[in-house]
């Protein structure tokens, strides 16, 4: 079993739909919990970091934690064409020192005009 | 991506050749990191780097050598390639002064063994 899972999708929604992209994970030394967004033929950029259970608002994105169940979330409302995208999850269980990150498989996501 | 150059940005190669990918960056980060991406697998750490003249092994490092003899580069080495290393590398970067900053990574190297 992988260390974190991740729904590879594909997913395809309506311009202005909410959008809820999942991880879970089965190592309970990850603390640190991170959302990339990666567009075709580019490297990945960060979107959303946290590192304890809750949520993160930034504009339209809010990245939810719970350490309980081992569940990460990013919703993403009010969806634009440019969030099309795949997107993935990645952890850490490092917060000093060089972070070696462990990712989902990512989720392509298309948002339809 | 600004600060993070791979090169070269596709490469064919057969069985058994050997190449080197490199990387640049110039955004002084200490911490550099060698990734490939799959489908299906995500990413996966192969090296790192904590500062010039060190490396340490990810979590899949068999087959790879890596070099960082300055601080601005790290090299990936293939020595004998194998159809299994087919995918796209990507380089990371990451500040050790800055607490809580994330990893920069490159557009990556499609990298194709035949």
């Known amino acids: 079993q992988k260390e974190v899972e991740q729904d590879p999708g594909p997913l395809s929604v309506p311009e202005g739909a909410i959008v809820s992209l999942n991880c879970t994970y089965s190592?309970?030394?990850?603390?640190?919990f991170m959302w990339y967004r990666q567009y075709s033929r580019k490297g990945p950029e960060l979107l959303m970091y946290?590192?304890?259970?809750g949520n993160k608002e930034d504009g339209r994105f809010t990245a939810q934690v719970d350490k309980s169940s081992k569940y990460i979330s990013l919703f993403i409302r009010d969806s634009q064409p440019s969030d099309s995208a795949t997107y993935l999850c990645a952890m850490s269980a490092i917060r000093i020192g060089a972070q070696k990150l462990v990712f989902g498989q990512g989720t392509r996501l298309t948002i339809n005009p | 991506n600004a600060g993070v150059t791979q090169t070269p940005k596709f490469r064919v190669l057969k069985t058994g050749q050997s190449m080197t990918l490199l990387c640049a960056q110039d955004?002084?980060?200490?911490?550099m990191y060698w990734y490939r991406q799959d489908p299906g697998m995500g990413l996966r750490l192969i090296h790192y780097s904590v500062g010039e003249g060190t490396t340490a092994k990810g979590e899949v490092p068999d087959g790879y050598n890596v070099s960082r003899l300055k601080k601005q580069n790290f090299l990936l080495g293939l020595e004998s390639a194998a159809p299994s290393q087919t995918s796209v590398y990507f380089c990371?970067?990451?500040?050790?002064?800055?607490?809580?900053?994330?990893?920069?990574f490159g557009d990556g190297t499609r990298l194709s063994i035949l």
């Open positions: 955004m002084n980060h200490e911490y």
């Open positions: 190592n309970s030394a990850f603390q640190y």
């Open positions: 946290t590192y304890s259970s």
């Open positions: 990371a970067t990451q500040s050790r002064r800055i607490s809580n900053q994330p990893q920069h």
